[in-house]
């Protein structure tokens, strides 16, 4: 490997444990605001389901990730603008305590970097076009299961003393945190895997399959879980508090909810290959959990402010990652 690949790749790997990092509110959140678990065990439990999920899944979205792109247009200046711009985004959004997607932010970095080097036809139109229409879809889905589970739960619950319904959704927590857990890892690792592979293909050291998903490397599957874990096992807890105390105040059945509601979708895109937002989808999910009892129990005013993330987090990765790429070509880096 040469110096520039091995950069790249420690770049990727650096991105990908601040997505650890920056998303750790995706998968605690819920059970840290419900104080089922503490912090400090949370972050444990939510590593250790981010790192086995490459046991249960299937590398499609580190497949479709990795031919977004041209081929014939990645280079390695490229994959480091674009993930400089994803980066730069995720510290950014997590000084603000925004909960946005690192998946949109890697995405937009690396789209800007390559229409500032070949123009708008370099992109895979059809993927990014079911990435951003997953962009509505994965809030809407996780926001529609948490509403039907909710109202079915408290069909079933709703007559039996509060204290006991605690009791027992305490314990269904760690199960329901765990799946979602190990939905993240499935999803967001696995964007870090494309960007490797996309790497080592501009280099010649890795050849996409030409039908159905190609076969990752081992090394490059059990480093992106790595790394995504220790992120997570770090923490984000300015996030954290967004997510889980000020969208809704949550219970412990809520919590069981939001989370069941937020894994089932990240199941679903993972096995259809597509790249979805952790973010989008448990915020969703918990929307969906808070305004089954009344609408008041929401604030709208913070779900507004997210959302307001979420449509720049695109645009403003793309910026980064294309000034990054004008940058880099302007001192004489080759790309």
Same mark, same amino acid.
């Given at each position: 490997?040469?110096?520039?690949?091995?950069?790249?790749?420690?770049?990727?790997?650096?991105?990908?444990?601040?997505?650890?990092?920056?998303?750790?509110?995706?998968?605690?959140?819920?059970?840290?605001?419900?104080?089922?678990?503490?912090?400090?065990?949370?972050?444990?439990?939510?590593?250790?389901?981010?790192?086995?999920?490459?046991?249960?899944?299937?590398?499609?979205?580190?497949?479709?990730?990795?031919?977004?792109?041209?081929?014939?247009?990645?280079?390695?200046? @490229?994959?480091?603008?674009?993930?400089?711009?994803?980066?730069?985004?995720?510290?950014?959004?997590?000084?603000?305590?925004?909960?946005? *997607?690192?998946?949109?932010? @890697?995405?937009?970095?690396?789209?800007?970097?390559?229409?500032?080097?070949?123009?708008?036809?370099?992109?895979?139109?059809?993927?990014?076009?079911?990435?951003?229409?997953?962009?509505?879809?994965?809030?809407?889905?996780?926001?529609?299961?948490?509403?039907?589970?909710?109202?079915?739960?408290?069909?079933?619950?709703?007559?039996?003393?509060?204290?006991?319904?605690?009791?027992?959704?305490?314990?269904?927590?760690?199960?329901?945190?765990?799946?979602?857990?190990?939905?993240?890892? !499935?999803?967001?690792?696995?964007?870090?895997?494309?960007?490797?592979?996309?790497?080592?293909?501009?280099?010649?050291?890795?050849?996409?399959?030409?039908?159905?998903?190609?076969?990752?490397? @081992?090394?490059?599957?059990?480093?992106?879980?790595?790394?995504?874990?220790?992120?997570?096992?770090?923490?984000?807890?300015?996030?954290?508090?967004?997510?889980?105390?000020?969208?809704?105040?949550?219970?412990?059945?809520?919590?069981?909810?939001?989370?069941? *509601?937020?894994?089932?979708?990240?199941?679903?895109?993972?096995? @259809? !290959?597509?790249?979805?937002?952790?973010?989008?989808?448990?915020?969703?999910?918990?929307?969906?959990?808070?305004?089954?009892?009344?609408? *008041?129990?929401?604030?709208?005013?913070?779900?507004?402010?997210?959302?307001?993330?979420?449509?720049?987090?695109?645009?403003? *990765?793309?910026?980064?990652?294309?000034?990054?790429?004008?940058?880099?070509?302007?001192?004489?880096?080759?790309?």
């Amino acid at each position: 490997m040469s110096a520039g690949l091995i950069a790249i790749i420690v770049l990727a790997l650096a991105f990908d444990f601040i997505n650890g990092f920056h998303d750790a509110a995706n998968s605690i959140a819920t059970v840290v605001s419900t104080r089922v678990l503490s912090p400090r065990v949370a972050v444990v439990w939510a590593a250790v389901f981010n790192f086995i999920a490459f046991l249960v899944f299937e590398t499609r979205v580190a497949s479709n990730i990795a031919k977004g792109v041209d081929p014939q247009v990645v280079t390695l200046t @490229l994959i480091a603008a674009g993930l400089t711009g994803a980066i730069i985004w995720d510290l950014l959004t997590w000084w603000w305590a925004l909960p946005t *997607s690192s998946s949109h932010a @890697l995405l937009g970095g690396l789209a800007g970097a390559a229409i500032v080097k070949a123009g708008f036809a370099s992109l895979d139109g059809p993927f990014f076009l079911k990435t951003a229409a997953f962009i509505v879809l994965s809030p809407a889905l996780g926001m529609l299961l948490a509403i039907g589970v909710m109202r079915g739960l408290i069909f079933w619950f709703g007559s039996k003393p509060p204290g006991r319904v605690d009791r027992i959704f305490r314990h269904l927590q760690l199960v329901s945190a765990a799946l979602y857990s190990l939905g993240h890892g !499935g999803n967001d690792a696995q964007k870090t895997m494309g960007i490797i592979v996309a790497a080592l293909a501009a280099q010649g050291l890795f050849q996409h399959a030409t039908a159905g998903h190609s076969a990752i490397p @081992l090394w490059v599957v059990l480093s992106c879980h790595a790394a995504m874990g220790l992120g997570t096992m770090s923490g984000g807890w300015r996030i954290v508090r967004t997510m889980g105390m000020r969208i809704t105040k949550l219970t412990p059945v809520g919590g069981f909810c939001a989370e069941t *509601s937020g894994a089932s979708s990240l199941f679903l895109a993972t096995m @259809l !290959g597509v790249p979805v937002s952790t973010t989008h989808t448990i915020t969703g999910a918990i929307v969906g959990t808070g305004s089954v009892r009344k609408l *008041s129990a929401v604030r709208w005013g913070v779900a507004g402010r997210i959302v307001w993330g979420w449509v720049l987090t695109v645009p403003g *990765s793309a910026a980064i990652g294309g000034i990054t790429y004008l940058i880099a070509r302007a001192i004489g880096i080759p790309g």
